[in-house]
């Protein structure tokens, strides 16, 4: 390398660093200038699509800050009035709403695509004095309702989606207002706060660290009654040292020619911070972060109702990732085992568990991700009433993609194949979780918790309280970092006036550097070193936080006085059994073991139907777009709803769980006497089963079986689908 040749690279990069800086502080000016006006609006949000508002919140008995909104169907996007409305409630963490719908590909977007009418629960930034989580539930409850009402036709109650924080309130009021609910989505949502993996998952360690809830008190105290969402926001960026305080600014500056407009959308949700009464983070952070009261059933409402997540009797779709260090898989679904202790008391409550877990995405990603929502959301919207009449159990979402030789591809929506695997509660333990040990030790950290928030509500609150007003409230929200950072560069800084001239020429006058400039190669092995190093005192910071929390809770001393029993081995949080439900099953039982011979020819397909697929052991999109084509043909099929076909394929499906033999056995009693209307059912039975491919093995072997009950000669094994009536038409 000669030394001319430095030169020029050191002149070229000097050239290109200057115009990069100056570009970089115009962008840092203009996430300033939009911050502002962004808190300025009267309803500040970051959806992309109009909306207007159906029910103000403000305006219920028990006012909130909620608002339920319409999404305006886009120019060219046509819904279909019979499809069930899907609703979407945005998380209240320390942002403002709209991430649901923040472009063309998210959760809205795509169920818009997919016909479906569109609603969205957002909230305004500053809260309704008093008012409290139950009240928010009591609102999201009015707001269901509006929706139903304002849908009459729909094939369904709504689909509600409940991403990150909102989806454990979704999953409260769906177990205390079931009525309400069609198929419930959470996604990226914590449900089981204590469950992670030792080593991994450090955020679950904050509370019992920080002493527990007390200095949640402190700080909602210190903002008279109200407290800052920058706080939690500030908890999410602690988690990525390496992007928070080098990466997302170094992209944004290696990539200022192309990168300014995105960046800048996404802060303005990042920096939109909103606020919670003090009632509500005390009752999230004590029942939920920390107590982990949810799953075990120990959260009551004020009129002493449990709320028992086994009551929800809609579908449930779990979408996790892990690649999410917020909300890893075992806290989306370590749940279920809090809950159930194997999948026929899942079955045996009617409920129905659908999970899948994305390889690597994180946690923001799994809301605003294109690639996430045109594939995951996608599927979801498309298939949802294929979610909904799936039977009682646990299930992973497989998504494979469609191709040419993909059999019956024009019963798949869109472009991946949507498959429900059976699973079982082992697959859950699979990912890994909590020993009894390290159970006592957060129910150790609980118990801290309770007794230093009283110590402090007894001996310091009344003093913090009345020393602090509302004026200074306002100015120590002022001064979050988090807020300055954005204030700094917003339009009541002076000194940043010549940015404007400055960063024009710049853009006019650009001369980026090329990626051979050996300066622009030394940058990056720089930018490289310094995320190393960042990452490295995250890990230790990490490794740390769990060795003190695992040595102070652990402590056999503490747990004694804390009341912990070492030698129990039960778990300290897990769902109570009930002999009334025990006993309501027996007798369910009863009558469905009487129902065996009852019915017609639409039940002895349904039940011929799933003992067949049950050999399968999962359930193809394709199947259900088979059966709903039927439906739309048959006269006789369409005297069903969607909802009365679904709870006949329940009923048809418990009772080949309650005594498999006897039941198969009765569907030569439900069949007519006319042959050729035999003939006609088990072609549309074999058409059904043959929509995903050919049907073999054990499978087989049953469709054979069912052929004799019909006193049909069976089909030979592996035989080509005839595909004639499901396919609209078009032969295969």
Not at 495 to 520: K, Q
Request: aromatic share 8%; charged share 25%.
């Amino acid at each position: 390398m000669s030394g001319t040749d430095l030169m020029s690279d050191a002149m070229a990069y000097a050239v290109d660093a200057g115009q990069r800086w100056t570009l970089y502080l115009e962008a840092m000016r203009r996430r300033g200038l939009q911050y502002e006006q962004h808190i300025a609006e009267p309803l500040p949000n970051v959806l992309d699509y109009q909306a207007e508002v159906i029910v103000d919140g403000r305006e219920l008995a028990h006012a909130v800050n909620y608002l339920l909104m319409r999404i305006v169907p886009p120019d060219g996007v046509e819904i279909d009035p019979r499809k069930r409305p899907f609703v979407v409630v945005d998380p209240r963490a320390g942002h403002g709403p709209g991430i649901g719908g923040f472009k063309a590909d998210s959760e809205i977007g795509v169920a818009l695509k997919a016909g479906h009418p569109c609603y969205f629960v957002g909230f305004l930034p500053d809260p309704v004095p008093g008012q409290t989580i139950e009240d928010i539930g009591r609102a999201e409850a009015a707001f269901l309702e509006a929706v139903i009402a304002r849908h009459p036709e729909a094939e369904g109650k709504p689909c509600v989606i409940g991403n990150c924080q909102a989806g454990w309130a979704v999953m409260m009021l769906a177990a205390v207002r079931p009525e309400l609910f069609g198929p419930v989505i959470i996604a990226g949502s914590p449900l089981s706060y204590w469950a992670g993996v030792r080593g991994h998952n450090p955020m679950r360690y904050s509370g019992g660290l920080l002493g527990g809830s007390w200095l949640t008190a402190l700080t909602s105290d210190l903002g008279a009654g109200v407290f800052d969402g920058a706080w939690l926001v500030q908890n999410f960026e602690n988690q990525n040292p390496a992007n928070t305080l080098w990466s997302k600014q170094y992209n944004l500056y290696s990539k200022i020619d192309t990168e300014v407009e995105r960046y800048l959308g996404f802060e303005k949700w990042w920096g939109g911070h909103v606020t919670l009464n003090a009632e509500e983070i005390q009752f999230i952070v004590d029942e939920l972060f920390v107590g982990n009261k949810l799953a075990s059933g120990d959260i009551r409402t004020s009129d002493g109702t449990t709320i028992d997540l086994r009551n929800i009797r809609s579908p449930i779709v779990v979408f996790c990732s892990r690649g999410d260090n917020i909300t890893p898989p075992q806290q989306a679904l370590d749940w279920i085992l809090d809950l159930y202790g194997s999948v026929d008391e899942i079955r045996s409550y009617g409920q129905t568990i659908i999970y899948t877990v994305h390889d690597t995405i994180g946690h923001l990603g799994i809301f605003v991700s294109a690639g996430v929502a045109r594939k995951e959301h996608q599927e979801f919207a498309s298939n949802i009433d294929f979610i909904d009449v799936l039977p009682p159990g646990l299930y992973e979402a497989i998504f494979e993609p469609k191709s040419p030789d993909t059999p019956s591809a024009d019963l798949v929506q869109g472009d991946w194949i949507m498959r429900c695997e059976a699973r079982d509660l082992d697959d859950i333990r699979a990912f890994g979780g909590n020993t009894l040990d390290d159970e006592r030790q957060f129910a150790t950290a609980a118990r801290v918790s309770e007794t230093n928030l009283s110590l402090y509500r007894a001996l310091a609150q009344p003093f913090v309280r009345a020393a602090v007003n509302p004026a200074m409230a306002e100015a120590f929200r002022k001064l979050h970092p988090l807020r300055l950072s954005y204030e700094m560069f917003g339009a009541n800084n002076p000194f940043l006036s010549w940015l404007d001239d400055a960063a024009g020429e710049a853009r006019r006058d650009r001369l980026p550097a090329g990626p051979d400039n050996r300066f622009v190669k030394a940058q990056e092995q720089v930018s490289h070193q310094i995320v190393e190093g960042l990452e490295a005192w995250r890990k230790a910071v990490e490794h740390q936080s769990e060795f003190a929390f695992r040595a102070i809770y652990g402590s056999p001393l503490l747990q004694a006085a804390m009341g912990i029993d070492r030698d129990d081995d039960r778990r300290p949080r897990s769902a109570g059994g009930s002999e009334l439900h025990r006993e309501l099953i027996r007798r369910r039982i009863g009558e469905l073991r009487a129902e065996f011979g009852s019915g017609g020819l639409v039940e002895a397909l349904m039940r011929s139907l799933i003992y067949v697929a049950l050999a399968r052991g999962s359930a193809d999109e394709r199947g259900f777009t088979a059966i709903r084509r039927l439906r739309e043909q048959h006269a006789r099929a369409q005297q069903y709803s969607l909802a009365e076909f679904k709870t006949k394929l329940r009923e048809q499906y418990f009772m080949l769980l309650i005594d498999r033999p006897a039941a198969v056995a009765a569907i030569r009693d439900l069949l007519p006497a006319d042959r050729a209307e035999r003939r006609a059912a088990y072609a549309i039975l074999t058409d059904v089963l043959a929509a995903r491919g050919p049907v073999t093995g054990e499978a087989a072997e049953r469709l054979a079986e069912i052929a004799r009950l019909f006193d049909l000669d069976p089909p030979e094994e592996g035989a080509a689908p005839a595909r004639l009536r499901v396919a609209g038409g078009k032969k295969a």
